[in-house]
């Protein structure tokens, strides 16, 4: 029953890891919108479950997420989450459309797309490669309501078993706009001991 | 003004004097307000899951449904409330991602799990906002153990 814990090294390695696939994100996301995308050094830490949702903004703030579930040799889940305005913002880059007001159909699914196919599988591809992991994503699901409504269960999953969630998360922007989208990969602690054995075998590739 | 004191996910809190007990962004969470009549003691847990046994390692006991109204109540006795003059009201347990079945069973295992403890210890459970597919937010005034729920494009009541 000893915790989950992370060396420096290892940190560093899946840090490496999360910015890989945080490059060839905003790579897809450029060409999809032709606009340019950045994304945010990741944060790879082991964090307690309850001080995520503060970690993306309010409880009570809107947002919308999209949601996916990773299988494969390690399980975990990923989330992306825009805030109400930003998510309108990004479906309209991806549609092509100009200020809209509400989330239509259309922009649902836009947005489940991007988030689901494109962000996601970048991710989880540079996992994969990097750390020789057989993955494989889900269907994406969207759900706007309250920030911590929309986490809660995610979280929840996973915070049965550890106390701290082993997380990669990204922000990113498009131009100059700070557009403060966030995408989380949260892993499952049952996969934990297969990762770190993963990580061990990568160093000495 | 009564003070407003936030109820984070794993945390519960009893309050011995007039307070305003909020939980905000109740999704598949479930948060429990028991209020004793007599002393007018009133407590709100929010907890996110039904089952401490999945724990592989020490954690915070108070994310678990039995754990958090077992500790809860357990501090309200101490304080001089007798079950036969508490009450409950449980909100929460909604399912967010329509379709994820492993997650809407967060929910639903949540709320049936906190119903059954609180009905183990004789706490009658008077009312209850659970389920469906839109999150809550709650505010528990321990005045007089009424409960504001209110919901995004829903209209705000009273429980």
Known sequence: MTKMKLSEEEIRIL????????????????????????VSIPWVSLYPYEEIPQTVGKPSSIVTSVYMKVEGEVKGAIIVIFPEKEAL??????????????????????LTE?????????????????LKIKLTDSIPHLATDMLNAVLGGVLAQFACKSENALIFKNNFKIGKKKINGHAFILFDPDSFDIIKNKIKNARKG | MLEKVNIYMGEFKVAKNPT???????????????FDRSTKIGAMCHIMHSDSSLAKEKINLYRFADQAIEAMVKEMLKLGCHTRSMVAKVFGGASMFQNVLSLNKIGEDNVKVVIEKLKSHDIKVIAKDVGGTVGRSIWFDTTDGSVVVSQINGPTREM
């Not at chain 1, 991007?114 to 990097?130: E, M, R, T």
Request: glycine share 6%; charged share 20%; with cysteine.
């Open chain 1, 89 to 110: 913002f990004m479906a309209d880059l991806l549609l092509d459309k100009k200020s809209s007001t509400e989330l239509d159909d259309m922009a649902k699914s836009a």
């Open chain 2, 20 to 34: 305003i007990l909020q939980a905000i962004g109740l999704g598949s969470c479930v948060s429990a307000c028991i």
């Open chain 1, 114 to 130: 991007a988030a689901g196919n494109i962000l996601a599988n970048a991710y989880l591809n540079a996992i994969s490669d990097k």
């Open chain 1, 15 to 38: 840090g490496n890891i999360a910015d890989i696939g945080a490059k060839n994100a905003s790579k897809y996301l450029s060409v999809m919108t032709k606009k340019k995308f950045s």
